[in-house]
């Protein structure tokens, strides 16, 4: 028999493409699950589950969704690297409401962090989990933000969160670099299930990767939440291989092309041009 969560779980960002995976996958367990997102719906409500609309710049709406919850999976907000207005109302304002609500509810927090609060760095480095923080855009920077709130949470409140730093979570790999960084949904859904069966988690990082031989990440905390990836990119090698972007900061970097986006340098790193 699965265990089940003791109280609901809320998970945000649920009619996005990661959301709209983990939904039907917990209601399928059998959990309890109060949905949410700024944007309806667009499947089938699983069984067990209910959904309301609403922003994460409304701090009441959030309370109210979060009551009586032991786990707020927190997939909400600016996904992808956006102008620094656009990101500040649902990175920022939206994650303080949800750091309050499990405050409030002492409940724990699964952030979806992501690979690009660490991007640029070069694909050459192989980075622990407490590797110095590089955000390669507004986006990143709101996530490394959100890190930093989860660790003000645990140390002053004591709430728990997991933060993972997803890398390319997509149906399948679809360019090299997602040899290394490739998140498989399956593998994310069950990281999801581990971090809220997880006994404790203090406040932890783990990568979220699948099992890639050329990965660019190394130690985290994934023992403690008892997850282990089951799928790898490996599979996709012969596929994707070669299919690069041909610009050499793109390819220098963890991140990829969103270290280009609005990239001004005018003397570019050493690496890029040895002399
Ligand atoms: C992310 O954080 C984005 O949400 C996703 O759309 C991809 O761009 C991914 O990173 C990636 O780096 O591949």
Same mark, same amino acid.
């Given at each position: ?32 699950? +109060? ?38 999976? =927190? ?19 939206? &994650? ?8 409030? *509810? ?9 690979? =690009?609060?660490?991007?640029? =760095? *070069? ?21 490394? %933000? ?10 002053? =409140?004591?709430? *728990? ?35 809220? &069966? ?15 031989? +050329? ?27 070669? +299919? ?13 092309? %969103?270290?280009?986006?609005? %990239? ?12």
């Amino acid at each position: 028999m699965t265990e089940t969560p003791a109280k609901p779980v809320l998970l945000t960002g649920a009619s996005g493409a990661l959301g709209r995976q983990i939904a039907p996958y917990l209601a399928a367990l059998g959990w309890t699950l +109060r949905l949410t997102d700024i944007a309806p719906f667009p499947d089938a409500l699983p069984k067990g589950s209910s959904f309301t609309r609403a922003d994460l710049n409304d701090g009441v709406a959030i309370l109210r969704l979060a009551e009586g919850c032991g786990m707020i999976l =927190h997939f909400g907000g600016v996904s992808v690297e956006r102008p620094f207005e656009e990101v500040l109302g649902p990175n920022i304002r939206g &994650l303080y409401h949800i750091y309050e609500a499990a405050r409030r *509810e002492g409940a724990r927090v699964l952030f979806a962090s992501s690979n =690009h609060s660490i991007g640029f =760095h *070069e694909r050459s480095e192989k980075l622990d989990a407490d590797c110095q923080f590089m955000p390669d855009g507004y986006y990143g920077l709101s996530k490394m %933000y959100a890190e930093g709130m989860a660790r003000l949470y645990w140390h002053k =409140h004591g709430v *728990e969160s997991v933060l993972v730093r997803i890398g390319s979570c997509f149906p399948e790999p679809t360019e090299e670099r997602m040899l290394s960084t490739w998140l498989s949904y399956g593998d994310l859904c069950r990281l999801c299930e581990r971090a809220t &069966l997880a006994r404790r988690t203090g406040c932890c990082v783990i990568w979220g990767a699948s099992n890639n031989s +050329r990965t660019f990440w190394g130690r985290d905390a994934r023992a403690l939440i008892g997850w282990t990836p089951q799928d790898s990119a490996d599979a996709y090698a012969s596929r994707v291989q070669g +299919r690069t972007s041909g610009d050499p900061v793109v390819e220098l970097y963890q991140g990829g092309a %969103y270290t280009r986006i609005d %990239y001004t340098r005018t003397a570019p790193p050493e690496k890029l041009f040895p002399v």
